[in-house]
């Protein structure tokens, strides 16, 4: 049984997650989403809003699962008693963050092999946060996240300038 994760903030997840999402999916037995919650970041959305979105989005792929984690990604791997932890990479930039993300977590857990998985040419330019900084705006952000976080991005700015 080949298990891998892939955590990250998904603040909100984006085409560019479920992507990563779904091929990662076809090539590993099971695939666990891990919702990360650290208390020094600012979300737009709590870590169970986040969670819930990506179940909803994943719901007819029988290999992947959600959870939240508010602990070291590798901590909480090694209690899942899980090896393989995969991180997307949309270009040189991503990549040197990721790699020295790779390097800290294979010193807390040298059990742990960092996968990377490159984005897909239509997804390298989608960001959580620029999505975020767009919608705060007003502007179009369909076509970047799939239409259920459309709506509760519009409905969190929405409630944001009552
Ligand atoms: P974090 O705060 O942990 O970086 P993110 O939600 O921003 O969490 O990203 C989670 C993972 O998904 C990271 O490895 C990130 O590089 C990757 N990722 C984000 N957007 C894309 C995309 N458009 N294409 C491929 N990978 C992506």
Known sequence: MLKAAFPGSFDPPTLGHLDIIQRAA??????????????????????????????????????????????????????????????????????????????????????IETLFMTTDPEYFVLRSSSIKELASFQGNISGMVPPLVVEAVKAKYRADTN
């Open 26 to 111: 076809g090539i590993f037995d099971e695939l666990l989403v891990v919702v990360a919650e650290n208390r020094q970041k600012k979300y737009l959305f709590s870590v169970d809003e986040r969670a819930d979105m990506i179940r909803r989005l994943t719901a007819d792929y029988a290999k992947v699962s959600v959870t939240v984690c508010d602990i070291l990604v590798v901590d909480f791997l090694r209690k899942q008693g899980i090896k393989l932890l995969i991180r997307g990479v949309r270009g040189m930039e991503d990549f040197s963050h990721e790699f020295e993300l790779s390097m800290m977590n294979k010193a807390l857990n040298p059990g």
